[in-house]
């Protein structure tokens, strides 16, 4: 009879722990709350994502973009602190008290000359020059920034403690913000992060990205008259031209996943001076760090060499750095199971009409134009990727666990920063696509805050992986914060501005919050 019910008993209890492991990912109270406070609150994210999207900034100076987050988050009663790692736009909202502590991040800067009319395929800019959405950034910042609301309000709703924190986060086109967020220290108390990025496909993003480093060389030379006396000049420009065939000749022996992409940002001012002054700017990428740090030191001493061969000096800047993102399979698994709650983006019959000219515009010959189900999450070990893009998220995953999520918001075949992307970042499409988006992040931290056990096992995780991968040695942690102006090459003051040519009204919040 003992053996009898000793084996009863751990029946029982295994059945009570699946019982409890089997919890994320279904229906509550706190989700209907947060759910339903979405969807009541359609036309707030709509106008501040479309106030953002007509008022296209470039990181380091978001400050319409910025502000009207931290305007909205504070109406809705979370406490803002902004300038945050020295960066103005930069900020940290926040409700709530004590542990778990659950973060979300929120971007909000544009891409340099994209800007595009809204809901149109061939090029036809806004103002030429101007900075447009290619990443949806627009949406990224106000859904976020929902999400973290909608938080707050089922908390409060269900009497659940914790901290909910909306990170806004500058410069992310330019790999900057958070990369200096992390040097900050800024995430060094939260238990878990919560993000994700506008794309074509809905699932938890369970994949990693490309390491990456940002750098500009600058060569200092003498002026010199190019025909009259050209012997008498020292050109930068030629220094920067035998650094890029130095550079190009190096492709054929790196890893071949990596990636060497640049441009002259200044090779002189006219063609019958030597030029004194040239400036090149590179991106270096690989499926990991330390790769991308083997091809940065070769570039060094590729730009030792290019300016001894032309008599000039130089000047190496690394502007950023970035990780590949460490994937986190256990908060991958919890949010997985609220993407299958939550289901994929009803994209209606008008939004497949919607999203054709832009599919077709791309060799999409046949519908759906727009994705409307969901990727099934392989649960297995992750690998690093081997192509794609580069974030500054990297950084923050090697520091606290992160699930990352992806909405179908636009048009299947869109490229990330493409006219097609931007002409699309204030349509319904996207609207829906974040909306839906939102409830996989809200349903995925409530579920956080509910299970103390999930935060447990997603930091088991993330000290496997840094036990296997690391440790983490903060790759910006010798570069200062870069000014707008070296960024940019442009000052503050002349960034294009598109809303003074076509101007949008700021949002009503006192209208807008119901």
Same mark, same amino acid.
């Not at 256990?330 to 609220?338: E, F």
């Given at each position: 009879?003992?053996?009898?019910?000793?084996?009863?008993?751990? =029946?029982?209890?295994?059945?009570?722990?699946?019982?409890?492991?089997?919890?994320?990912?279904?229906?509550?109270?706190?989700? +209907?709350?947060? =759910?339903?406070?979405?969807?009541?609150?359609?036309?707030?994210?709509?106008?501040?994502?479309?106030?953002?999207?007509?008022?296209?900034?470039?990181?380091?100076?978001?400050?319409?973009?910025?502000?009207?987050?931290?305007?909205?988050?504070?109406?809705?009663?979370?406490?803002?602190?902004?300038?945050?790692?020295?960066?103005?736009?930069?900020?940290?909202?926040?409700?709530?008290?004590? !542990?778990?502590?659950?973060? %979300?991040?929120?971007?909000?800067? *544009?891409?340099?000359?994209?800007?595009?009319?809204?809901?149109?395929?061939?090029?036809?800019?806004?103002?030429?020059?101007?900075?447009?959405?290619?990443?949806?950034?627009?949406?990224?910042?106000?859904?976020?920034?929902? @999400?973290?609301?909608?938080?707050?309000?089922?908390?409060?709703?269900?009497?659940?403690?914790?901290? %909910?924190?909306?990170?806004?986060?500058?410069?992310?086109?330019? #790999?900057?913000?958070?990369?200096?967020?992390? !040097?900050?220290?800024?995430?060094?108390?939260?238990?878990?992060?919560?993000?994700?990025?506008?794309?074509?496909?809905? +699932?938890?993003?369970?994949?990693?990205?490309?390491?990456?480093?940002?750098?500009?060389?600058?060569?200092?030379?003498?002026?010199?008259?190019?025909?009259?006396?050209?012997?008498?000049?020292?050109?930068?420009?030629?220094?920067? +031209?035998? =650094?890029?065939?130095?550079?190009?000749?190096?492709?054929?022996?790196?890893?071949?996943?990596?990636?060497?992409?640049?441009?002259?940002?200044?090779?002189? #001012?006219?063609?019958?001076?030597?030029?004194?002054?040239?400036?090149?700017?590179?991106?270096?990428?690989?499926?990991?760090?330390?790769?991308?740090?083997?091809? #940065?030191?070769?570039?060094?001493?590729?730009?030792?060499?290019?300016?001894?061969?032309?008599?000039?000096?130089? +000047?190496?800047?690394?502007?950023?750095?970035?990780?590949?993102?460490?994937?986190?399979?256990?908060?991958?698994?919890?949010?997985?199971?609220?993407?299958?709650?939550?289901?994929?983006?009803?994209?209606?019959?008008?939004?497949?009409?919607?999203?054709?000219?832009?599919?077709?515009?791309?060799?999409?010959?046949?519908? $759906?134009?727009?994705?409307?189900?969901?990727?099934?999450?392989?649960?297995?070990?992750?690998?690093?990727?081997?192509?794609?893009?580069?974030?500054?998220?990297?950084?923050?995953?090697?520091?606290?666990?992160?699930?990352?999520?992806?909405?179908?918001?636009? *048009?299947?075949?869109? $490229?990330?920063?493409?006219?097609? @992307?931007? @002409?699309?970042?204030?349509? $319904?499409?996207?609207?829906?696509?974040?909306?839906?988006?939102?409830?996989?992040?809200?349903?995925?931290?409530?579920? #956080?805050?509910?299970?103390?056990?999930?935060?447990?096992?997603?930091?088991?995780?993330?000290?496997?992986?840094?036990? !296997?991968?690391?440790?983490?040695?903060?790759?910006?942690?010798?570069?200062?914060?870069?000014?707008?102006?070296?960024?940019?090459?442009?000052?503050?003051?002349?960034? $294009?501005?598109?809303?003074?040519?076509?101007?949008?009204?700021?949002?009503?919040?006192?209208?807008?919050?119901?």
């Amino acid at each position: 009879m003992r053996i009898i019910a000793f084996f009863v008993v751990c =029946f029982v209890l295994l059945s009570c722990s699946i019982a409890i492991g089997a919890e994320y990912g279904t229906m509550s109270t706190a989700k +209907e709350t947060a =759910f339903k406070w979405i969807d009541d609150h359609a036309e707030l994210g709509q106008e501040v994502a479309t106030y953002i999207w007509h008022h296209p900034e470039l990181g380091l100076a978001e400050y319409h973009s910025s502000g009207i987050l931290q305007e909205m988050l504070t109406k809705a009663g979370f406490t803002v602190e902004n300038n945050i790692a020295g960066m103005p736009t930069g900020f940290i909202a926040t409700w709530g008290s004590g !542990k778990p502590i659950i973060g %979300i991040n929120a971007e909000f800067d *544009a891409l340099p000359g994209i800007s595009q009319e809204p809901g149109t395929t061939e090029r036809v800019p806004i103002l030429f020059g101007a900075p447009g959405h290619g990443c949806a950034h627009n949406l990224f910042g106000t859904y976020s920034s929902l @999400a973290g609301i909608a938080i707050k309000q089922a908390m409060e709703k269900e009497d659940i403690k914790g901290t %909910i924190r909306v990170y806004g986060t500058p410069a992310e086109e330019t #790999l900057i913000g958070k990369a200096f967020f992390v !040097k900050a220290g800024v995430y060094n108390d939260v238990d878990a992060m919560i993000t994700w990025h506008p794309g074509e496909n809905s +699932e938890v993003t369970y994949n990693s990205t490309l390491a990456v480093v940002s750098f500009k060389l600058r060569f200092h030379g003498r002026n010199a008259h190019a025909s009259g006396s050209p012997w008498e000049g020292r050109s930068a420009l030629d220094a920067v +031209e035998l =650094f890029n065939v130095s550079m190009n000749y190096m492709r054929e022996h790196v890893h071949p996943s990596s990636r060497i992409h640049y441009i002259i940002t200044d090779g002189g #001012l006219a063609p019958n001076v030597v030029p004194n002054y040239a400036e090149v700017w590179y991106y270096l990428r690989a499926p990991e760090y330390r790769l991308v740090g083997d091809i #940065l030191e070769r570039a060094r001493k590729a730009a030792e060499g290019a300016a001894l061969m032309t008599e000039t000096t130089s +000047e190496f800047l690394v502007i950023a750095a970035n990780m590949q993102v460490l994937p986190n399979q256990s908060l991958a698994r919890v949010g997985h199971a609220n993407v299958k709650l939550v289901g994929g983006v009803p994209h209606d019959e008008e939004n497949q009409k919607m999203a054709e000219p832009f599919a077709r515009s791309m060799n999409i010959e046949s519908g $759906p134009f727009i994705n409307t189900g969901y990727n099934e999450f392989v649960d297995e070990p992750f690998k690093w990727a081997t192509q794609g893009s580069s974030t500054d998220e990297a950084n923050v995953s090697w520091v606290v666990p992160m699930a990352r999520f992806s909405p179908a918001m636009r *048009a299947r075949g869109t $490229p990330s920063h493409s006219l097609q @992307a931007v @002409a699309q970042s204030c349509l $319904p499409i996207g609207f829906l696509g974040s909306s839906v988006v939102a409830k996989y992040m809200v349903a995925t931290a409530l579920d #956080l805050f509910a299970d103390g056990s999930l935060i447990e096992d997603a930091w088991k995780d993330h000290r496997e992986s840094l036990e !296997k991968y690391g440790p983490y040695v903060d790759p910006v942690k010798d570069v200062d914060l870069p000014s707008f102006e070296l960024v940019h090459n442009i000052k503050e003051e002349a960034m $294009p501005k598109q809303w003074e040519v076509r101007p949008y009204p700021k949002p009503d919040f006192d209208k807008l919050f119901k």
